[in-house]
């Protein structure tokens, strides 16, 4: 009865159609926030053997979700950290703005190193997809995917900081985000192994996510809008170039 008594109050919104608006648009944020992550957890996972592959996933998105409801309970610091402690070219930076710069430079440096390996042909360690020598663990994929998420998650609660006050909204979209993720992790990362060529255009647009961090901590903002529409376009020229090239092979086997 006290439990109901107390969790009463965080949950008024449910009679509130605009709070419900809100929860939709909210889930829908964090979903899309959530492909950045997701095809950074697909490749990385894709780094081990396979028998480690989706134990890995679960693991690492797990303690995602875990890591993003500590920070949740912690939002009123998390708010704080958009206050500027120094400024340096004419720009005021924040924590959330060193966050978002670290976290740009590690997937500029991850993603530069893997289309290394995956176009050196005379490289086989660490290889994108597949090789001899694996030298990732399982500890360090799961390390690396909880040290991005922390970049995305800082970023999606300040988000939706100014979306709702409702912090029980907050939770269910995190909670159904992730959700989402965990379940599309697999069929994602099995589609980037069975198709070489999208490594390549998935490592292009971790590139262009951490350009992006980099330039957002520096105080230049992309819109979202813009980013998502040129990897929408980038994934409809390379759905052609497959169907196109399936096509062929369908007729060079059917002309034997």
């Known amino acids: 009865m006290q439990l109901i008594e107390f969790l009463a109050p965080h949950f008024a919104f449910v009679s509130d159609p605009t709070a419900w608006v809100a929860l939709l648009t909210l889930i829908v944020l964090e979903v899309v926030l959530g ?5 950074f ?3 990385l996972t894709n780094k081990l053997p396979e028998a480690q592959r989706a134990r890995a996933r679960r693991i690492g998105i797990s303690a995602a979700l875990i890591m993003r409801l500590v920070l949740l309970a912690t939002i009123s610091i998390i708010v704080q950290l958009t206050a500027p402690v120094f400024t340096a070219f004419g720009h005021g930076f924040s924590w959330r703005d060193l966050i978002l710069i670290a976290g740009g430079l590690f997937l500029v440096w991850k993603a530069t190193k893997e289309i290394h390996h995956t ?7 660490d290889t994108m997809i597949g090789g001899e020598t694996l030298q990732l663990s399982m500890a360090g994929a799961v390390f690396q995917i909880l040290l991005l998420d922390l970049v995305f998650s800082i970023d999606s609660i300040i988000t939706a900081v100014g979306m709702t006050d409702e912090i029980a909204i907050m939770y269910i979209a995190v909670i159904v985000a992730v959700s989402v993720m965990m379940l599309a992790a697999g069929p994602l990362a099995n589609f980037i192994a069975k198709n070489p060529s999208i490594v390549m255009l998935a490592l292009s647009f971790l590139l262009m996510i951490g350009m992006t961090l980099i330039a957002d901590g520096m105080g230049f903002h992309v819109p ?9 376009f980038s994934a409809l020229v390379e759905g052609l170039n497959m169907l196109a090239r399936r096509r062929r092979k369908a007729k060079a086997g059917a002309g034997h």
Not at 119 to 125: A, G, I, R, S
Not at 224 to 232: E, F, L, N, Q, S
Request: avoid cysteine.
């Open 41 to 43: 957890i697909s490749i």
């Open 224 to 232: 979202k809008g813009y980013i998502y529409a040129a990897m929408g």
């Open 119 to 125: 176009v050196d042909l005379e490289d086989h360690q």
């Open 35 to 39: 492909i950045d992550n997701l095809i």
